[in-house]
Each structure stands twice: as C-alpha cells, then as structure tokens.
C-alpha cells in the first residue's frame, strides 16, 4: 500500500510558481491522451443549493492511464459569494488513488492545481489558436485568481504584449489586477468599459463569474481575434455560432448553460464547432481568420490529475508532502 500524502495549498503553489513551463506541457500531453482515448473522463456532477442558487460544488471524477495509472477526484466549491467577503470563490481538495488498489494515496489542496491547469489550458489554447506568443494587445476580462494565474503562465512562458488591459465591473479590482501584470513586466492599464477594453485586441481573456451570457452585441469579436472563453458563459449563442468554436471536448462542453450549450439548443446544430484543440494540436483540421476565434474548455478532470500528481511528486521530493503513518486503521484484513 502506498504511503498516504497530505500537501497544502502554500507548499502546492510554490511548486506551481517554479513548474509553470513543465506543467503547461503537462496539460498538453494530457490532452493528446485524451484524444487517444487513454482517459476515463465521466461528466462533472453538480451539487447545487436552493437557498444559494449560484453556489454549486463540483466533483470531477477521472482516470489517466500511464506508468502508472492514476485514479481521482476533485471536489471544488464555487460559491460567488465569497468574493464579496474579499475570499477566492473556489476553494478545492484532490484526491488521488492508486489503481492497483483503489486505495486513496494524497490528499492535495486543489484551488491551486485547478486554477494552474487552467490556466495552462488557456496558454496551450491561445497559442495554437492565436498561432504565436505575440500579442500588440491582450484584454483580461475579469479580474481574479483564474485571470492572475493566466497572465503568471503567460510571463513564464515567454509571451509578448504590447499592452495589457484589464477590464473588472469593480474598478478597484481591475486596478489591482493591472498593478499586478506590470509587476510580471507586461505594459499594463485598467479599461473603463468592456467594449473599448476588447476592442483592437489580437487575444481576449474572458475569466468572470458571470452565470449567462452579457456579450450579445452583434460584431463584438473581430474576425481574426482570438477569445479565450475560460468562465464559458460570458458570451451568447448568435456571437458563438458567427465565430471559429475549438473545445477541450465536445461532449462535456455541450452540458451546463455553458455559450456552447445554449448554442446548440438555439440552434440546433453544432455545425459551428470546428473540434477539439487537441485535435487542432495534431493538425486535424485548421483555422481560417476570417470570423473570430473562440477556445472554450469545459475543464477536464483528467487534466487536475495530471497536474497534481506532478505538484505531489516535487512536494514529495522536497519535503512538503507530508506522510501519514497509519492513516489507514486496516491495512489487512487479518
């Protein structure tokens, strides 16, 4: 039986800090395994509550073979709520389990491993669908963990902007956010409004907490400018189906009021997804610039594995995984 682990989100970031370019290769060759069918990938289950219709917690249960396979579950809260009290909206464990055995082996603060994957999705989109690491201008649209993580990968994967904008309905938040960009050494400012913010930019980073779409104005994205849809529902069905759709997995997209969903359901098509970016990645098909981009990943749960078996490896080789002796009360059955 395998010792089991216990790892904290401040131990779990440090790694994270120093990993960002190996991690983002991660994400990348858990994707084409994905596309291989060398995951087990069952849709999220959604725990909501009447009394707080925005709230949700979410388990995400995967498998990603490999020597050796590796089992788990993240269960991560949402509550928007939180922002209010100056608290992360997510908050998250993951649990790992040895597929040999079933037997859970680590338990990792996850808030962390969700936000660097993705995070690192993101990146891995917007240089496939952008086509490189130059940008005149990047939009942030969103002020929080989740656009902070994007633009600490961004930096550390050697990308180049000539201005960052960060747009916040809190001003105070998109202020922060800016000083922040220019501390990682982007040219960074605060956009008073979110069209003016958008527009001219060649990469658009949507990361809000909005729960329906609020872009519906027709012509909004330009033709050739690529939109990272991370929070998924910022935008409304007539912009997605006028633009190039790249999805991190049709199926899972397709669930949830994500823009994608009520897409289809308006619709009735998915003519306009053109596939996967994985698929993209091995050059199944290609992009034309002649209608906006949109790369909108649903989040994979294998994806979480990936990352938080790398993060446990480095915490345990240097100290900051900690082992539990006896963990387990049976560790036979006589």
Known sequence: ????????????????????????????????????????????????????????????????????????????????????????????????????????????????????????????????????????????????????????????LGWSAGEVVVHDTVPAYAAKSAAYARSLGFT???????????????????????????????????????VLNISLRDIGPELIADAHNVLDDVEHCLHAGTSPHLAVQKFGTRDFIDGTLAGLVLGEFALTRDKPLIFSPFGLGVLDIAVGTEVLAAGIADGTAHAFDGFFAEESRW
């Open 1 to 156: 039986m395998l010792p089991f682990h216990v790892m904290g989100g401040t131990a779990v970031r440090a790694v994270v800090a120093r990993s960002r370019a190996r991690i983002h290769a991660r994400i990348d060759d858990t994707y084409r395994a994905h596309h291989r069918g060398e995951t087990i990938n069952p849709d999220s289950y959604f725990l909501r509550f009447p009394d707080k219709p925005d709230a949700r917690i979410i388990a995400l249960p995967a498998l990603l073979r490999g020597d050796p396979p590796v089992a788990g579950l993240k269960w991560i809260g949402s509550f928007p709520g939180n922002v209010a009290r100056n608290l992360p909206r997510a908050s998250a464990v993951l649990i790992l389990n040895d597929y040999a055995t079933g037997y859970p082996f680590a338990c990792l603060e996850a808030a962390q491993i969700s936000a660097a994957r993705t995070a690192a999705s993101a990146a891995l989109g917007a240089e496939h669908l952008h086509g490189s690491r130059t940008a005149d201008r990047i939009a942030v649209v969103g002020a929080g963990v989740i656009s902070r993580n994007i633009l600490e990968f961004l930096h550390d």
């Open 188 to 226: 960074a400012c605060t956009g008073a409004d979110l069209r003016g913010s958008v527009a001219g930019a060649d990469l658009v980073v949507l990361a809000t907490t909005a729960a329906e779409p609020y872009i519906t104005e027709p012509g909004f994205f330009a033709a050739g400018q690529t």
